[in-house]
């Protein structure tokens, strides 16, 4: 790692009476990938917006190391400045995709590229040769002047990218860059984010695809209610709050209630029971003996065992694990 | 080049969106056409009427003769409730009314009555108007048949006057002569002597008689003498020889012989003059009384003369009387300069004299039409931009980009502006083309009246874009306030019938300002410095109106903020779309 590029100090933001950002201090290393994960509304598009200058925080600062870029008296003496004083400035070190693609669906994949080029000032030639590695990169080129609206959906998300990549940001912030794409292309997604990262760009991206991030982040940030409760690599995480593993059982005729019914009254180590599509997970630190009540009760009630799977949880089950703490606190 | 790229930007969504590039291409040409067919030709009205007549006569078929001459759809009705009941329909626009006897006559006045839906505001004084003036112009037609034979009879009266007064001068001249012959009459009979004079027969007769006395005394004496003489003889008888004095004795009787039948003879002589007097006497006396007896007639003469001289004076004042009523009459009617009966019928005949050729009325719209194009485009392209970026997905890319939103705002301003200004060029050249608009000779005035309306009404459109959140919320104010400039201008409603203090506050309408620096422009030519000051002020306007949106925030957002900062809470508000978009407002 080259070193902080940028420093969120106790950043809080409030709508309305609430708040959805506390006091929040995170660090990003130049060149790294920096993953956000949280629940819905735990303030992760907050934070990425605020990390830009978008919003505007009650408190805190957001600071970027400008590489001596800034032309301004005594940006010398402090390699970081503030988004918030330097927003003009700052918003050509970042590069922003955000959930839903940003650009001109009447315009076509190479138009939008050229123009939001053109607003941040590059030289025609510069944005011609950005904007034809970016097509090529992002795979679009073939459809360079397709209307953009007429993409797909995985196009146009590698054209939002593009267009936040066009005038070649030292940040990319990605929120959500996934969602609601089929596995091909979050997998082409991931592996564009890759390379993007491998040209030298600090990624900074939110997702629910918690698999993905534990593969793709160099670190990964946990978000709850506004607040940053860890920081670490995925496996340091996963070691610090997998403690109990998870049983999949699937059982025919599957009368999944009278079974969760039955190993409620017997088990007294099971943390937690859920039906899912796919059958009943249970999550224990003791497997050993859930197992064998689990098979004890099914063949009570002549259940038949049709699959079963213990594991250790991924990072998904790690934020699950987290969230259902959380309710139960809450409870 | 940002600045241009916006503008490039802006100019391509528009013209790829079908909807925008509709108002932008499509519309101008579109308005203009439906416009101009709508306005062109120089009747404006194409209106049906209705009439009932119950007995159609000569005078009712020439008053529907002359409504279809003049191109009234005219339909003919049985009764007044079915004639009605179309107007409610909308069939017909008015209903005309003959009445039973329709005629003109000394008896009654003759009445046509107009049933008119006056619900129909924007037409019913149109078709009133119209239809009157029809029906006026038929009345005149009949006004001047009838004044026609009332001139000719007044001119035969005039004529009959002057044989009058030939008459009355015939007359009068015998009445003159008549005069002058009763004047000679009077004159020849006063002039008759009845009076006896100095002939006097008594006198005559008493100096015959004196002479026969005379005589009796010259016979006496001459007797006496005669004797005496005798006796002087016979005394002398002895002094005179006997010889002489027989012979002076023969002498004196010869003498006394003589002088005896001398006597006998005057006597005799005498005595007949005494008779012959005696008879004049007889006859003067008969003379004398005839005399008098004319003289009796001639005062009886005289009388009748004097009765008919003062009969012939009243006649005669009669005559003048009667002459001078005639006269006085003919004078009169001769006083009565005016003797042509359409000089009567329409003594004063109105010719509307145009300020220019005249033409179609779509050339008196055209300026209206223009500003009308300008406002409606303006407002809407303008707040349609605005909202387009902002509910467009590019918002947040854009904010993105080290642009200002100066920047921005001032692109959006000059891209509609540059679009009004080609719309404007266009229908100018179109107008130039097809309608001979004598465009340069006033183009300066033409020019900066069109920028500076741009200019203002997309400073409100630009207003209502950051106003209002959804497209819809901005299409419908600009159409409100589009509607609501026109509907208060002179193109709906004439600014002279609207109330004075009303009227006042409306003159200030922009629309009305600008149409009529236009309409001036373009059918007058006013020259630029008449129109300096007032398109400064409304420039000022504009420049107001643009001034918080430059600023970056504007003034509804500030006032929404304040509202937060104070409630702790949004504010409502139905007419903005995404309540969670709070960050659109920065841009």
Request: overall charge negative; glycine content about 6%; hydrophobic content about 40%.
């Amino acid at each position: 790692m080259a070193g902080v590029i940028l420093r969120i100090d106790a950043v809080s933001k409030s709508f309305l009476k609430r708040r959805i950002l506390k006091n929040v201090s995170l660090s990003v290393e130049e060149g790294e990938i920096l993953g956000l994960i949280g629940s819905s509304g735990s303030g992760k598009t907050t934070l990425l917006k605020s990390i830009t200058g978008f919003y505007r925080p009650e408190a805190g600062d957001v600071r970027f190391r400008h590489f001596g870029l800034l032309k301004r008296k005594g940006a010398e003496k402090d390699p970081f400045v503030s988004v918030f004083s330097e927003n003009s400035f700052a918003k050509t070190i970042f590069g922003f995709a955000s959930q839903t693609p940003s650009f001109y669906e009447n315009l076509t994949v190479r138009e939008n590229m050229l123009y939001f080029g053109s607003l941040f000032g590059l030289k025609h030639k510069e944005l011609e040769s950005n904007t034809d590695i970016l097509l090529t990169l992002m795979g679009l080129k073939s459809h360079q002047d397709n209307l953009a609206g007429k993409l797909s959906g995985g196009m146009q998300r590698r054209l939002d990218i593009a267009c936040a990549l066009i005038h070649d940001p030292a940040i990319l912030i990605l929120d959500e860059p996934t969602s609601d794409l089929d596995p091909t292309l979050r997998n082409h997604i991931w592996s564009l984010v890759k390379k993007i990262n491998r040209r030298g760009t600090t990624v900074i991206l939110a997702s629910h695809h918690l698999s993905e991030v534990e593969t793709f982040c160099s670190r990964i940030a946990i978000i709850k209610d506004g607040s940053v409760i860890d920081v670490d690599t995925p496996s340091k995480l996963k070691a610090k709050y997998a403690e109990t593993q998870e049983i999949s059982i699937q059982a025919y005729p599957g009368n999944y209630q009278s079974i969760l019914a039955r190993l409620k009254k017997k088990c007294g180590d099971i943390d937690t029971m859920d039906i899912s599509s796919e059958g009943l997970v249970i999550s224990s630190s003791d497997t050993k003996n859930v197992l064998h009540e689990v098979l004890h009760v099914l063949e009570k009630l002549d259940e038949e065992l049709v699959d079963i799977n213990v594991s250790k949880p991924g990072l998904d089950e790690l934020f699950t694990q987290l969230n259902r703490e959380d309710r139960g606190d809450a409870a | 080049m940002r600045f241009t790229s916006i503008i490039k930007k802006n100019f391509k969504l528009l013209l790829r969106s079908k909807s925008s590039a509709f108002i932008l291409l499509a519309g101008p040409i579109l308005i203009i056409l439906i416009v101009g067919l709508f306005f062109n030709g120089k009747s404006a009205y194409d209106l049906s009427l209705g009439y009932c007549a119950p007995v159609p006569n000569d005078l009712t078929r020439s008053f529907i003769s002359s409504l279809e001459k003049n191109g009234f759809v005219v339909y003919d009705f049985n009764n007044e409730s079915s004639c009605t009941d179309k107007i409610k329909q909308g069939v017909i626009h008015t209903c005309i009314l003959f009445p039973q006897d329709f005629k003109v006559s000394n008896d009654q006045s003759t009445e046509l009555r107009f049933i008119v839906d006056y619900s129909r505001v924007n037409l019913v004084y149109k078709v009133i108007d119209a239809v009157s003036e029809i029906i006026e112009f038929e009345t005149r037609e009949v006004s001047y048949s009838l004044t026609n034979t009332l001139i000719s009879r007044i001119d035969s009266t005039l004529s009959g006057l002057e044989k009058q007064e030939e008459l009355e001068e015939r007359i009068s001249g015998l009445e003159v002569d008549i005069s002058k012959d009763f004047d000679s009459l009077k004159s020849g009979v006063d002039s008759i002597d009845f009076s006896t004079g100095s002939v006097s027969l008594r006198s005559l007769r008493s100096k015959l008689g004196n002479s026969q006395d005379s005589l009796d005394d010259l016979i006496v004496k001459y007797g006496e003498f005669s004797e005496y003489s005798y006796e002087m003889l016979d005394e002398l008888e002895g002094y005179l020889d006997s010889n002489k004095s027989d012979e002076i004795r023969a002498e004196l009787d010869l003498m006394s012989q003589e002088v005896a039948s001398l006597q006998n003879a005057s006597l005799d002589d005498l005595n007949a003059s005494l008779q012959e007097l005696s008879d004049a006497d007889e006859r003067l006396t008969g003379l004398f009384e005839r005399l008098q007896e004319n003289e009796r007639l001639a005062d009886s003469v005289k009388k009748i003369v004097s009765r008919t001289e003062e009969h012939l004076s009243s006649f005669r004042d009669s005559l003048s009387s009667l002459s001078k009523g005639t006269s006085g009459m003919r004078e009169r009617l001769e006083e009565i300069d005016i003797t042509r009966a359409e000089s009567i019928v329409s003594p004063v005949n109105t010719k509307i004299e145009p300020l220019m050729s005249e033409s179609s009325n779509f050339q008196f719209a055209f300026p209206f039409l223009v500003i009308l194009l300008v406002m409606f485009a303006s407002l809407m392209i303008s707040s349609t931009l605005i909202i387009f970026e902002r509910s467009s997905r590019a918002v947040f890319r854009n904010f993105m980009t080290p642009i200002d939103r100066k920047m921005f705002i001032s692109a959006h301003f000059l891209t509609v502006l540059l679009i009004v200004l080609l719309q404007s060029l266009l229908i100018l050249l179109i107008s130039y083309l097809a309608m001979k608009f004598a465009l340069f000779s006033s183009i300066l005035s033409v020019v900066a009246v069109i920028f500076v309306a741009s200019v203002f009404f997309i400073a409100l459109g630009l207003m209502i874009g950051f106003v209002f959140a959804s497209q819809e919320g901005a299409m419908m104010a600009s159409l409100v306030l589009g509607s609501t400039f026109l509907f208060i201008s002179n193109l709906v409603v004439p600014l002279e019938s609207i109330s004075q203090g009303l009227a006042g506050i409306i003159r200030f309408n922009p629309f009305i300002i600008f149409s009529e620096f236009l309409r001036k422009a373009l059918l007058f030519n006013l020259p630029l410095s008449d129109a300096v000051l007032e398109l400064s002020i409304l420039l000022l306007i504009a420049l107001v109106i643009l001034v918080p949106a430059l600023l970056g925030r504007n003034v509804f957002h500030d006032a929404k903020r304040y509202w937060v900062k104070r409630k702790g809470k949004r504010p409502e508000n139905k007419l903005r779309g995404n309540a969670d978009k709070d960050w659109l407002d920065d841009l």
